[in-house]
């Protein structure tokens, strides 16, 4: 089993900014698109944004315009910039490929927006 790891969550006021980051093992990396999901307690996980190997983007109508997904292929990481935030953001964030592999589900990280 291969965990990604997310950090960068925490508590922001409403019109903050943070960025999360995810750690992917290369194997993982190189041969998927990635994206950032997030999951609000007892709903679905739903994918915000998604970045292709040559770096085509794409997110959710909720966060698009706020949010930024980006890649460095070097380091084998994924970001995600996330302004002017809402406390309807509220939730844990994971990254996973696209679709996602069950078995990539790491711990997320939090992230709280107050009002």
């Known amino acids: 089993q291969v965990q990604l790891g997310e950090s960068g969550g925490g508590l922001v006021q409403a019109g903050g900014s943070l960025r999360l980051s995810c750690a992917a093992p290369g194997s993982i990396f190189r041969l998927n698109p990635m994206g950032w999901y997030r999951q609000v307690l007892g709903k679905q996980r739903e994918l915000v944004a998604g970045?292709?190997?040559?770096?085509?983007?794409k997110y959710a109508d909720s966060v698009k315009g706020r949010f930024t997904i980006s890649r460095d292929n070097a380091k084998n990481m994924v970001y995600l910039q996330m302004n002017s935030l809402k406390p309807e953001d509220t939730a844990v964030y994971y990254c996973?490929?696209?679709?996602?592999?069950?078995?990539?589900w790491g711990q997320g990280t939090q992230v709280t927006v107050s009002s």
């Open positions: 996973n490929a696209i679709p996602w592999v069950y078995d990539y």
């Open positions: 970045i292709t190997s040559g770096g085509s983007t």
